[in-house]
């Protein structure tokens, strides 16, 4: 045991040690603080939204012009605070191969002096501008068996929809591409099913097969197919006329606009200064399409400006790099702004399946989304307390006066319908960050995809305290002493542990 007065003396300088450590851990903290204070302004956080959410960029839709300006502009952003450019990569740009199914804009059937009226009678899945005419053959459900014996060379084939295990419209859908295919190999020139569903209403279904849709590109898009459609038999007259008629049917599609849509996700790194942290990688997201322009009248507003879905996302990513950029973290960080999240985040879907930094070596995603906000005290956090990260997010928004809270709509979600989700999924701990929101109310739908959602409605001394909560979220992130992963229990938890090889 010790003699009291060397006692006295160790206790002395423990308790000096550590409040040196104390004053030393602070004053980095301070100086960080304050060179967030410093780099990330109003004018700096205003002039990126001014830019991202103008009228000239006319909503930034997805396979537009102007999302490519944008795109432009993020990467210039990039090259001035001085990203690296990825490896594999010449440039800023990863290239995200996406499609367009289009329908029609104009189509008719004629069989057996019988008019099929488009979109009221009958809509087509895919088919290209031009016309058709052949024997029609009813080939039963229009799967392999069901050519037995018949010839359908050059012939338009009518079917029954699913088949007689499936008759639910939901699997109708899948099943059709499936027949496409069949019928396409043994010669036909068109298919058109019968749909009789009781359970789902035909202008339901008329409504959503109407809509163009994209998606990430397949293989063997863009190659000629045979037209697909759909055609309403709930009392089965036209199943009648098929079996027992032998006369053309004629087609004549115009209009469609399908076709593959190039676009780009934006992304540039910053190699971290730790001798082995740097080879893994926090990767920060932010969407920068939104959904273009409606005209809604010669009065009205038609741009969809999408300043706070997601304009301010983006400017954040980018104050985010230009303060990582100058003051290098342990781990290394990458900036990733994604294309298509409008469309059903397709540009974080294609990332998830290309990555450019491999995903076992990515440790977490930090994801900016938005669609407004109803509470300028605090931050949200899609997932405040899903990961290891919950105690930075609480240190980092306090230092710029704010408060946060989790997720306030649970039911409705929200970390599912974000980009964040296409890393969770593939076991990446992922998260949100958003503008304070306590619920969707008024307020909300005010701006949440409304051509009102405009720069001049926005609270800039707020978003500025924001983004500087962000930014200091995501350094204490790539400074984690430990990696944060998911917590004990999540969803993704089992799958994240298979991709880093944890047990
Ligand atoms: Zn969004």
Redesign the pocket.
Known sequence: MLKPQKYLFMKIIIITTALILISVFNSDAQKIVKKINASVTEKSVESKLGFLASDELRGRDTGSPELDIAARYIAEKYREYGLQIAPNLSNYFQPVQLYRESNAKTAQFVYNDKIAVYKKDIVFLSGDNKSYQGEVAFVNYGLEEDYNGVDVKGKIVMALPGTKEVNSPREYRDLSFEKQKIAQKKGAIGLVELYKSNNRPWKLTVNSLSRDQMRVARKGDGEEMIFLAWLADANGEWEKIAKTTKSEAKVMISGSLSGKVPSKNVIGWVEGKHPEKKKEFLVMTA?YD?IGVTYRGPEEDSIYN?A???AI?VATLLETAKVIAENRPDYSVVFLALTA??KGLLGSSWYGSHPIFPLNKTFFNFNT???GYNDTTIATVIGLNRTGVTENLKKAVAAFGLGVTDDPVPEQNLFDR??NVNFAREGVPAITFTCGLTAFDAEIFKYYHQAGDEVESMDISYLTKYTKSFVYAAYLIANSKEKPFWKTGDKYEEVGKKLYGYN
Do not use: F, L, P
């Open positions: 969407h939104h999408g706070r879905d997601n996302g999240e409008e989304d938005g669609g974000s980009d």
